[in-house]
Every structure is written in structure tokens, then in C-alpha cells.
DNA sequence: TCAAAACATAACGTTTACGTCATGTTCATC
DNA sequence: GATGAACATGACGTAAACGTTATGTTTTGA
């Protein structure tokens, strides 16, 4: 039994705007909520896991754009062997670039944390004196 | 012996446009070339340095606004006891995001290679049968 | 020294990811 | 059944980060 929900909720539970959730169906980056005849949209609680798997992703730096792929690999299972091959050889490149983006983060943290580490000591002997 | 060149060498040592470096001047992130009399700017390594320094920050998601307080952390060593307090402060809260950011792209990391794990048993089966 | 390549500055154009009206329709409830 | 809140659709607006002419000046190499 699904909770419909139409665009008022979904946006205020996933913390975007109205707008959000249309641009983001203008560009079919979401589904565009069934309609009831009438003209309006009724979303599940599946449309609110994908927009909050949008922001999520937002986060790590994708653009809309370059997020679409991924997104469909989450909430739509792909049916029939080829595009379960495509599928299993995105998640691949996906993992590899992720990977990527981890070491250089690391990398900037230890630079950040040297930089904390010349000030510090630069206070410490300020007091030692 | 600094190694003058002007903005084309530097734009191309660096990976980036001429109008590009010109952007980040007129924004304050990169100090204007010294000019020489004509109207000429001439950068330096560190002009470079600068710019691929940039360049990382912004694979790692910062805004060039964000960017701007770092970028200063790195190039001009803040005098007086003040801005080294200020500093310190500044870059403890970065690595406080950057941590953050760590952990949030290690679950991501993890959720592909969930949905990978998936695919390949899915293909192994296939495949014993 | 003189033409071609490189540079400076200004101004308008472009893409992404929405924001913000404006206007008409549908829902909920008193 | 009226009316205020919520929704649909369309169109124009905006901020960030440059791209792309256009025009005039400076450098450089034959």
C-alpha cells in the first residue's frame, strides 16, 4: 500500500523546492509522477529515495548530467542480459572513479592536516618561550 | 632566478584557458601578474602552482568563492598572531568537511560495490547452470 | 624593420541548476 | 458551493564559471 503523495510532500520531505522535483523530471532525470486524470502527480516512497540518492549524489560532486546513469542503475533493474552487462561494466568504471576521488581526497587531507601541524607547532613554541 | 613567462606559457604549463587565469584574477583568487612597464603580465612557478592547486580544489567540489580563504592558506603565510589563529581555525573546519566528505564517498563506495556484487553473482549463476 | 604571433581589455554569449512570477486548474473543507 | 490552499504549465530571470568575438598593443624573429 503506497503512501501517495503528491509534490508538496515529496519536495518538503526531501528538502528540495517544487521546482527542484520538475526540473529534475524535465530533464528525465525522475520519472514524472503518475497522473490521476485530473493533471495531477502522485509520487511514492520510491521517488523520495531517488531524490534524496540525487542529493546524495550532488554531494560527491556529479552533475545532473553525469548522474543519470547512475541513478537509473539504482531504481531501475535492467532486464535482459545485455543491459545487465552494460550495467555491471558502468558500476566498474563508477567504482574505479570513485576510488579516484577517495585517494585525492586523502591526499588533501594529509596536506590540510601538515599545514595544521606547522601552525601548531609554531604556537607551541611561542608559549614555550 | 624566477623563471618569468607570461599568461600563454602559464595557461598552458597549467592545463587551462588565458581566460580562465584572467578569471581568477579579476575574482581575487590568483594576484595579478607583475607587470612591466607596458602592460604586460609576467607570472611566476608559483603562479603555476597556484593555478594546479585551484585545479584540485575544484575536483574536490569547492566553489572558487570556497576556494578563496584555502588558496590564501597555501600561497601567502599569514603574518601576526591573529591571522595564525584565524588560519588554524580555518583550516581545522576544512579538514572537519574533508573528513565528512571521506566518509560519505567510502559509503558511496560501498553501495556500488554492493550493486556489483549483485550483477556477478546474477552472471554466475547464469553461467553454472 | 616589419609582419606574424602573443598579449590586454571590453563586452556579449553560454551552460547548469534551478528561482521567481504569472495565470489558470484542482483539492479540501466549512 | 464558495473559497483559500495546493498544483500545473509556461516563461522569463539569475549566479557561477568561463567561452567567444572584437579591437588595439606589444613581442619576437626573419
New interface residues.
Partial sequence: MDKRMRIGELARRAGVTQRTVRHYESIGLMPPGEREGTGQHYYTEESLERLRKID??K???LSLDEMREVVQ??FIDPSG?QS?RK??AL??Q??AE??Q??S???Q??GE??S??GH??R??EK?EGE
Same sequence: chains 1, 2.
Avoid: M, N, P, S
Fill in positions: 546524495q549524489l554531494k560527491l560532486g542503475l539504482y542480459v545487465k550495467a555491471l558500476l566498474r563508477h567504482l570513485t576510488d576521488k577517495l585525492e581526497l586523502g588533501f587531507r590540510i592536516q599545514l595544521i601552525f601548531e609554531w604556537f611561542r
